[in-house]
């Protein structure tokens, strides 16, 4: 793969972030204005704030006031966690009535989970919770063991009713928002920052990202490959968002088979048609629900459910190695490995 291949008729200074998955470069800005980066901590990842401002002091405070957002729905959304209301969703025997944000949060998620035609599926937590993935030696489960909580696995059997209280079908019916509550975070704290006057700026919570600019130039975004050193890909972006999801992300493996955290919610098992999912589109919450349901989905299925959606695009590295795209995704191509 080439190096660097910039847009440098647009390019005042190169400002270059490597993070977990990816890494930015800032193609020009005012001479006025100064790129900062901050890094940050919560949702179990590394948070990186990449800001343009006209000074260090301003561009602390808006990084400071996203972060606190960011952190405040840690604390919310995250399913371990006791005073959550999706801790206390989980653990009900029946129904609860929910905070009206994180109410109308899961009622999009119902949107998204019809849109992957339920292959992004949160209710698969009892699958989750059985293949040890926080354990010092974990091994995957029995056909028995995936079999005896299969029943209570699926979105429909969540069921939301008015006064913002949401029943489950049984007391296991249980959810973990790992694939959808980042990219959540990373819209609330772009929000923050351009409500504070950042003109331009990129959030990257662990690879789900979100940039912004107020010109016309572009952020350049490298896409971390899922078995080789460096770089899948290098797009161009102005006001997108872009989630990745892989099989290298948690994983272990046991008698040499790869056991990862994304889960097929139709059989119990981790993917197996997929190594890695990018998804690019409007908002970070979008981009990370369709990344987990295209990495499901493989190839064939996925390639063409993106290009059956208008302003959605992605990249899927097969379980082979080989690279698809969407039909649309040459607007966003720097450089591309195949």
Same mark, same amino acid.
């Given at each position: *793969?080439k190096?660097?291949?910039?847009?440098?008729?647009h390019a005042y200074?190169?400002?270059?972030?490597?993070?977990?998955?990816?890494?930015?470069?800032?193609?020009?800005?005012?001479?006025?204005?100064h790129?900062?980066?901050?890094t940050?901590?919560?949702?179990?990842?590394?948070?990186?704030?990449?800001?343009?401002?006209?000074?260090?002091?301003?561009?602390?405070?808006?990084?400071?006031?996203?972060?606190?957002?960011?952190?405040?729905?840690?604390?919310?959304?995250?399913?371990?966690?006791?005073?959550?209301?999706?801790?206390?969703?989980?653990?009900?025997?029946?129904?609860?009535?929910?905070?009206?944000?994180?109410?109308?949060f899961?009622?999009?998620i119902?949107t998204?989970?019809?849109l992957?035609?339920?292959?992004?599926?949160?209710?698969?937590?009892?699958?989750l919770?059985?293949?040890?993935?926080?354990?010092?030696?974990?091994?995957?489960p029995?056909?028995?063991?995936?079999?005896?909580? !299969?029943?209570?696995v699926?979105?429909?059997?969540?069921?939301?009713?008015?006064?913002?209280?949401?029943?489950?079908?049984?007391?296991q019916?249980a959810?973990?928002?790992?694939?959808?509550?980042?990219?959540?975070?990373?819209?609330?704290?772009?929000?923050?920052?351009?409500? *504070?006057?950042i003109q331009?700026g990129?959030v990257?919570?662990?690879?789900?990202?979100?940039?912004?600019?107020?010109d016309?130039n572009?952020?350049?975004?490298?896409?971390?490959?899922?078995?080789?050193?460096?770089?899948?890909?290098v797009?161009?972006?102005?006001?997108?968002?872009?989630?990745?999801?892989?099989?290298y992300?948690?994983?272990y493996?046991?008698?040499?088979?790869?056991?990862?955290?994304?889960?097929?919610?139709?059989?119990?098992?981790?993917? !197996?048609?997929?190594?890695?999912?990018?998804?690019?589109?409007?908002?970070?919450?979008?981009?990370?629900a369709?990344?987990t349901?295209?990495?499901? *989905?493989?190839?064939?299925?996925?390639?063409?459910?993106?290009?059956?959606?208008?302003?959605?695009?992605?990249?899927?590295?097969d379980?082979?190695?080989?690279?698809?795209?969407s039909?649309?995704?040459?607007?966003?191509?720097?450089?591309?490995?195949?």
């Amino acid at each position: *793969m080439k190096k660097n291949r910039l847009l440098r008729t647009h390019a005042y200074h190169t400002a270059i972030l490597i993070g977990s998955v990816v890494f930015f470069l800032f193609l020009g800005c005012q001479k006025s204005s100064h790129t900062y980066r901050f890094t940050r901590f919560s949702m179990d990842t590394v948070i990186e704030y990449t800001v343009v401002s006209s000074d260090q002091q301003t561009a602390l405070k808006a990084v400071n006031a996203a972060h606190q957002t960011i952190v405040t729905l840690d604390s919310l959304y995250w399913e371990e966690n006791p005073t959550s209301p999706i801790f206390q969703l989980n653990h009900a025997t029946n129904s609860v009535v929910l905070p009206d944000s994180v109410y109308q949060f899961l009622r999009r998620i119902q949107t998204y989970w019809k849109l992957t035609h339920g292959l992004f599926d949160p209710s698969v937590k009892p699958f989750l919770d059985l293949y040890g993935f926080e354990q010092d030696s974990p091994t995957p489960p029995t056909p028995e063991k995936i079999a005896s909580v !299969r029943p209570y696995v699926g979105f429909q059997h969540f069921h939301f009713q008015p006064g913002n209280r949401m029943a489950k079908e049984a007391p296991q019916n249980a959810i973990a928002l790992g694939g959808v509550a980042k990219g959540y975070a990373v819209d609330r704290a772009v929000a923050v920052l351009q409500q *504070m006057g950042i003109q331009a700026g990129i959030v990257n919570a662990g690879g789900d990202l979100r940039c912004w600019r107020a010109d016309d130039n572009y952020w350049q975004v490298g896409i971390r490959h899922p078995r080789k050193q460096g770089l899948l890909a290098v797009l161009k972006l102005q006001n997108a968002a872009v989630a990745t999801s892989g099989d290298y992300q948690r994983y272990y493996f046991y008698q040499n088979v790869r056991y990862h955290h994304l889960i097929d919610p139709r059989t119990g098992e981790p993917g !197996r048609l997929s190594q890695s999912a990018t998804v690019i589109a409007p908002t970070c919450e979008t981009a990370d629900a369709f990344a987990t349901g295209l990495f499901i *989905m493989g190839p064939r299925a996925g390639i063409a459910w993106l290009d059956s959606l208008n302003g959605i695009d992605g990249i899927l590295v097969d379980s082979s190695g080989n690279v698809h795209t969407s039909r649309y995704i040459d607007r966003y191509i720097v450089e591309l490995v195949k």
